[in-house]
């Protein structure tokens, strides 16, 4: 982690998978949002309805089916939780929570190549320990209400200004965000906008949702 010197490059669109879902009939859905415009990373997110994280055969099942469609199109397939399954599965990388395991040793499951991403609530001290161990982003958020879990904290876009002027490590907004509501943060400096039902629940569909999105990170100005 070091201090940032030059320009960032434009916010990108970082969509998640809904929290349950066919990989077969979903597969589809993606392919079609994945076409509509700029997408940098998929990250599967796979829960129970307990809110736990899927069964590693659920999660195995939809990376064999998910992947090559995310990887086809030079989208990042990134698996939450797991940094094992990342390993085993060949994914581009892996995003862990607070409560998941240290960086470092999701970073040695994974290896040196692969994406680390951290989740870091509303909180700079955790992003910072994130950036110091190596953490490929720092996730913040939520900002908003969200529909696929209970937030924690809830961040203001104030902290993503705040890190894109000090640190190179890119940032991640996540947290309920929408076509409505996405602008704020893409001003405030977020390298990446993390989106869930806010495209795959999106009242036009999906494609419609993905270009809105480039739409408004190509219009708003960055912080930075």
Same mark, same amino acid.
């Given at each position: 982690?070091?201090?940032?010197?030059? @320009?960032?490059?434009?916010?990108?669109?970082?969509?998640?998978?809904?929290?349950?879902?066919?990989?077969?009939?979903?597969?589809?859905?993606?392919?079609?949002?994945? *076409?509509?415009?700029?997408?940098?990373?998929?990250?599967?997110?796979?829960?129970?309805?307990?809110?736990?994280?899927?069964?590693?055969?659920?999660?195995?099942?939809? %990376? @064999?089916?998910?992947?090559?469609?995310?990887?086809?199109? *030079?989208?990042?397939?990134?698996?939450?939780?797991?940094?094992?399954?990342?390993?085993?599965?060949?994914?581009? !990388?892996?995003?862990?929570? &607070?409560?998941?395991?240290?960086?470092? &040793?999701?970073?040695?499951?994974?290896?040196?190549?692969?994406?680390? !991403?951290?989740?870091?609530?509303?909180?700079?001290?955790?992003?910072?320990?994130?950036?110091?161990?190596?953490?490929?982003?720092?996730?913040? !958020?939520?900002?908003?209400?969200?529909?696929?879990?209970?937030?924690?904290?809830?961040?203001?876009?104030?902290?993503? %200004? #705040? #890190?894109? @002027?000090?640190?190179?490590?890119?940032?991640?907004?996540?947290? !309920?965000?929408?076509?409505?509501?996405?602008?704020?943060?893409?001003?405030?400096?977020?390298?990446?906008?993390?989106?869930?039902?806010?495209? #795959?629940?999106?009242?036009?569909?999906?494609?419609?949702?993905?270009?809105?999105?480039?739409?408004?990170?190509?219009?708003?100005?960055?912080?930075?």
């Amino acid at each position: 982690m070091s201090i940032i010197e030059e @320009e960032r490059e434009p916010c990108r669109l970082y969509l998640i998978t809904p929290p349950r879902l066919e990989p077969r009939a979903f597969a589809d859905t993606l392919k079609a949002a994945l *076409d509509a415009g700029d997408v940098a990373s998929l990250q599967l997110r796979l829960k129970t309805e307990a809110a736990e994280t899927a069964d590693a055969d659920t999660i195995r099942r939809a %990376t @064999e089916i998910l992947m090559p469609v995310a990887q086809s199109r *030079d989208v990042a397939f990134i698996i939450n939780d797991r940094a094992d399954l990342a390993a085993e599965l060949n994914a581009d !990388g892996v995003h862990i929570g &607070q409560d998941d395991m240290p960086c470092k &040793q999701a970073r040695k499951i994974v290896g040196p190549d692969r994406i680390v !991403g951290v989740t870091c609530h509303n909180s700079r001290h955790l992003a910072m320990v994130a950036g110091e161990d190596g953490a490929d982003y720092v996730a913040f !958020g939520a900002f908003y209400d969200t529909d696929t879990k209970v937030p924690k904290t809830r961040a203001e876009p104030e902290i993503l %200004t #705040w #890190w894109t @002027e000090t640190f190179v490590v890119p940032c991640v907004a996540i947290g !309920g965000i929408t076509v409505e509501n996405a602008a704020p943060l893409v001003r405030a400096g977020a390298d990446f906008l993390a989106v869930s039902s806010g495209v #795959w629940a999106y009242d036009q569909g999906p494609a419609a949702a993905v270009r809105a999105l480039n739409r408004i990170m190509s219009e708003e100005k960055r912080s930075k």
